[in-house]
């Protein structure tokens, strides 16, 4: 069965600086999409980037980027500049290329202060 | 605002009663999901409807039970509530073409609180 794994339950950050959430994952599948959620108080769910585990890439969008180390089983999200509005509980997830269900970490909860 | 609606927001009952959840997915998408996100459990998959036909399975009490319309609404009944029952529960859509390329879009979610 696949696990995700969140290590961090909770983290902090200024405004206008960096921070980088880890998450590690378990799968014996080769087909397979990691996502972080945002899930600020409203308590919505919000994807936030998607990686392919077949792209050597690492996923961009704006301020958010991964670091996607496929041998070691390690997906972090960092997020440049922080801005108040990121303070939210970050969740990890995992999805098989042939099933649709996420599997989600534990989360992190991300604190930005002044 | 995701397109996905849920119904009710709220919902206060007592332990052994029996709830109806409802869930429209967004238009076109076939595929309804229920999750559930409890402090004991953490967020996870209940179960997966697929136009109409149940598709997958995932940690979903024999109590709970789940069926999708042929309008593609879905309902999520839980019997016997226990106290443990309590927790937020979502519904995602998705057009499940491809299972991780299709983002599935989350509803706001119904908290439901057994007393």
């Known amino acids: 069965a696949q696990t995700v794994t969140q290590s961090q339950p909770e983290m902090s950050v200024q405004e206008a600086e960096t921070v980088t959430l880890s998450c590690t994952y378990d799968?014996?599948?080769?087909?397979?999409?990691l996502f972080w959620y945002k899930q600020p108080p409203s308590r919505q769910m919000i994807l936030v980037i998607r990686?392919?585990?077949?792209?050597?890439q690492n996923a961009t969008e704006n301020r958010f980027s991964v670091n996607f180390q496929k041998a070691a089983k390690s997906f972090s999200l960092k997020i440049s500049d922080s801005q108040l509005g990121d303070a939210a509980m970050y969740f990890c997830?995992?999805?098989?290329?042939?099933?649709?269900?996420?599997?989600f970490g534990t989360g992190t909860r991300l604190q930005v202060t002044l | 605002d995701s397109g996905v609606t849920q119904t009710p927001k709220h919902l206060i009952t007592a332990t052994g009663q029996r709830v109806t959840l409802r869930c429209s997915p967004r238009?076109?998408?076939?595929?309804v999901y229920w999750y559930q996100q409890s402090l004991d459990q953490g967020l996870q998959f209940l179960i997966q409807?697929?136009?109409?036909?149940?598709?997958a399975k995932g940690n979903i009490l024999e109590r709970f039970s789940a069926q999708q319309f042929p309008d593609l609404h879905s309902e999520l009944n839980l019997s016997s509530l226990e106290l443990g029952d309590s927790a937020l529960y979502f519904c995602?859509?998705?057009?499940?073409?491809?299972?991780?390329?299709?983002?599935?879009?989350f509803g706001p979610g119904t908290r439901l609180t057994v007393l």
């Open positions: 799968t014996s599948e080769s087909d397979y999409y």
């Open positions: 238009s076109g998408d076939l595929s």
């Open positions: 409807y697929y136009n109409g036909e149940e598709r």
């Open positions: 997830a995992y999805i098989s290329g042939t099933a649709s269900k996420l599997t």
């Open positions: 995602a859509s998705s057009v499940d073409i491809d299972p991780g390329l299709d983002e599935q879009f």
């Open positions: 990686q392919e585990a077949y792209k050597q």
